[in-house]
């Protein structure tokens, strides 16, 4: 029977050279061996190509589920597509936040780290809480009009408690 080798590494204490500690971080390895054979500049050009393939990607899905409900003519689904696509959006938009925070922290070690993953977490947070917030504002004041409108009608069809019917 093979016991697996550890070394004292901090990172895991994991021999990074072993199959199976490539094979469970295919991802680092991957990035690793890139980052390896490519310069900076290239690292750089490589990076924003897959950035840009991934706007266009999420773009043209966009693009085409947005349009589900109008195609068949049914704009109460095309609602709930809508709100669907945008939850998963907020819910990615919350996640990126995160990412970016706690890689900006990690210059600062594993307490950066989670301070700035918290502090990623909170700013994309407020950004969606001040959303709702004007939808809500929007919704208020639509209610508002639409009561007057009814009050000034209920007004002008004189309907009072003692007539008991609207003319």
């Known amino acids: 029977m093979t016991v697996p080798q550890y070394s004292n590494d901090w990172r895991g204490g994991r021999n990074r050279e072993s199959k199976l500690y490539k094979v469970l971080n295919y991802n680092r390895t991957i990035k690793n061996g890139i980052r390896k054979a490519t310069s900076p500049s290239t690292m750089f050009a490589i990076n924003a190509g897959i950035g840009l393939a991934k706007q266009v990607g ?18 109460n689904y095309q609602a709930m597509v809508n709100r669907r ?12 936040g995160i990412a970016s925070g706690a890689a900006a922290g990690a210059i600062f070690g594993p307490k950066g780290a989670v301070i700035g993953a918290v502090v990623g977490g909170i700013s994309a947070g407020i950004g969606i809480g001040f959303r709702q917030a004007d939808r809500h504002r929007q919704f208020r004041h639509e209610m508002f009009i639409e009561n007057n409108s009814q009050a000034t009608m209920l007004a002008r069809a004189n309907f009072s408690v003692h007539t008991g019917r609207v003319r």
């Open 58 to 75: 999420r773009q043209w899905l966009n693009f085409h589920v947005s349009d589900i409900g109008r195609r068949h003519g049914d704009s």
């Open 85 to 96: 696509m945008e939850v998963v959006s907020d819910v990615l938009n919350v996640g990126s």
